[in-house]
């Protein structure tokens, strides 16, 4: 079993930055996928961004693409998302998830486990 507890969530100003965590214990990451999904009102829960514990390679969403960065600690288990620029639409409930083993990490369908999530709401 993997926990996930997300963090970092707040509410801030267009333009501002937040940065968010996903701290994980139980299962070591060393085979994983951690992806960075948002979750609107009344929209789909969309792919933000995803790295490969392994190697640490990184996929980041056109929609967020230049703005938010995601990386990983290996010492503190932990994966970290950098927001930058942010705007209005960027305001949605963020969960991070672990794919294990990494088969289809681009698939929300494919992550085993999920955080709680982790509010982040952009004013103008």
């Known amino acids: 079993q993997v926990q996930l507890i997300e963090s970092g969530g707040g509410l801030v100003q267009a333009g501002g930055s937040l940065r968010l965590s996903c701290a994980a214990s139980?299962?070591?990451?060393?085979?994983?996928?951690i992806g960075w999904f948002r979750q609107a009102p009344g929209k789909e829960r969309e792919l933000v961004a995803v790295?490969?514990?392994?190697?640490?390679?990184?996929y980041v969403a056109d929609s967020v693409k230049g703005r938010f960065t995601i990386s990983r600690d290996n010492a503190k288990s932990a994966v970290y998302l950098q927001m930058n620029s942010l705007k209005p639409e960027d305001t949605a409930v963020y969960y991070c998830?672990?794919?294990?083993?990494?088969?289809?990490?681009?698939?929300?369908?494919?992550?085993?486990?999920w955080g709680q999530g982790t509010q982040v709401t952009v004013s103008l």
């Open positions: 139980g299962r070591t990451f060393s085979s994983y996928a």
């Open positions: 790295i490969r514990w392994f190697g640490g390679s990184t």
């Open positions: 998830a672990a794919d294990a083993p990494p088969l289809k990490p681009l698939e929300s369908t494919a992550y085993d486990y």
